[in-house]
């Protein structure tokens, strides 16, 4: 037993030693490399290491392109030491995003990529993705990522949203009369496919869906009013076009994502 006790404490001495010999600059480019060649990428910045298996970074950026579109910042994680010897990088994370709560852990080896987080109360206007899809508003919403690879999904939930009236393609989308938003988006290499994302306010409910190829929108959102947007018609009058029937429009989203 004593022999066992000795040889085990013996492998942590040495694994806490290699952690400290081993350059933040290698964990970096584990990263990196397991990004490689993807449409969405993966960069920290002021990242450094803890005595105790810790990281830490100022912030992690996720682009697509050239584009930032999103921030974790403050971001505080532990890593698994026994990864780090196989050249992989598994970390649990916590930090800061759009003024919310971000956790959740991201695990990379070679090309493979495997990321699961989960968002809470985080300020749609401090999030660079809906300012780049043209959608502007003050809220607060709660989101589920998870992707391998080049596949993902994300689930989103947001209430007492203040939407600003959005600009597609020249088409004036009435945002302003939403207020909860709730749906789930997948990934898969350049193509986010919008399942159903549902947007609800006083007296009003929207459905959109479609893709997203390449950054061009092909999406289609009906809107349902009530009764009282029928009886006041000027409401609706950027979308009247579209009415398909009374109390129903389908309005197309198209146009460009900056990224």
Do not use: C
């Amino acid at each position: 037993m004593k022999k066992i006790l000795i040889a085990a404490v013996s492998l942590l001495l040495l694994i806490w030693a290699l952690w400290m010999v081993i350059p933040v600059a290698l964990i970096e480019y584990i990263i990196a490399d397991s990004m490689s060649g993807r449409k969405i990428t993966v960069e920290t910045a002021g990242l450094r290491k803890g005595i105790f298996y810790s990281l830490s970074a100022e912030n992690i950026l996720v682009k697509s392109g050239n584009s930032e579109i999103l921030t974790f910042e403050d971001v505080k994680s532990r890593i698994n030491p026994f990864r780090l010897v196989l050249l992989q990088v598994k970390i649990a994370v916590n930090g800061n995003i759009g003024g919310g709560d971000i956790s959740g852990d991201m695990h990379f080896a070679g090309k493979s990529v495997r990321i699961r987080l989960e968002a809470n109360n985080a300020s749609i206007n401090r999030i660079p993705f809906f300012e780049k899809a043209g959608i502007k508003g003050a809220g607060v919403l709660s989101a589920r990522l998870t992707l391998t690879n080049d596949d993902g999904r994300i689930d989103l939930t947001a209430n007492g949203v203040k939407f600003e009236p959005a600009v597609f393609s020249g088409i004036r989308v009435p945002m302003n009369l939403f207020s909860n938003v709730a749906g789930a988006l997948s990934i898969k290499e350049n193509i986010i496919k919008v399942i159903s994302v549902s947007f609800e306010g006083k007296d009003i409910f929207a459905r959109l869906k479609g893709n997203i190829r390449n950054s061009l929108m092909d999406l289609t959102m009906e809107v349902m009013p009530g009764k009282s947007y029928l009886e006041t018609p000027f409401l609706l009058a950027g979308i009247e076009r579209f009415r398909v029937s009374p109390g129903y429009y389908v309005v197309p989203v198209r146009g460009s994502l900056s990224f």
